[in-house]
């Protein structure tokens, strides 16, 4: 099989329950009961000022009741940090055991930040020269090249899946299906990007962030006064 090398992520959203009068029928059953339930035939926009006052309350629980899956491909050094975001998410992984794993490999694209300074936790990033983004693909693709080629020796050779797999990188790309509700969506934003207007200032690495962006740009479009109340708020999660 021949290598493909990519420096994008991609996300889609191939389900979803989630509009923002779902956050308003579950926050007005505390004062209407089951009559909250005609909040979802309103228009949403004449209760900003609701959704507002709980995002800025912290008052999380009507954020749940709502639902997005998004299929995720990215390499696994991502997933390894996506998969710490334990409440309020569901994961499906592709199976390096029963399925032969294809050759697809991240490298940084030219505009990926690559010298780092600064203390851990608040990495500041520049850009590095052309001569080192050049040997940084350089090195990355023959070794790339070099672990897949022992990988596919063993298969042939007829070592299990589960056993040669060891030998592949964490640039590899994998795929899964990632379901959420728009608080624990909340939850991942306000740690994996990185927001002059954010609240309390986080320091994710670029790649989980590009997944992030695209969650975002998606939820948006879903639960638009949701969104603007986060924003409003300073990004954090109520
Ligand atoms: C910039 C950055 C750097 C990081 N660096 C490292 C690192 O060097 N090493 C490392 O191991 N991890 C690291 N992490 C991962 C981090 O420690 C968390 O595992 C990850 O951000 C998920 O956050 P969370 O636990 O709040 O999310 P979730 O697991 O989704 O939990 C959401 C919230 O639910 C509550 N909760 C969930 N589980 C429990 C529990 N068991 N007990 C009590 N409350 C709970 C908490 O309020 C929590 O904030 C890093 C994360 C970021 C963003």
Redesign the pocket.
Known sequence: MTAVFRSDVTVTLVRSAAGDADVLFAARVSTSGEASLDELDKDPEKSTGLINYLMRDRHGTPFEHNSMTFLVQAPIFVFR?FH??????SYNEESGRYRELEPVFYTPAPDRKLVQHGRP?KYEFSSGTPEQHAGTVKAMESAYRHSYDAYQEMLAAGIAREVARAVLPVGLFSSMYATCNAR?LM??LS??TKKENAKVP????REIEMVAERMEAEWAALMPLTHAAFEKHGRVAP
Request: charged share 25%; net charge positive.
């Open positions: 940090e710490r975001h334990r409440a309020g998410w936790g624990s939850h991942f740690l994996r986080s320091f994710p690495q």
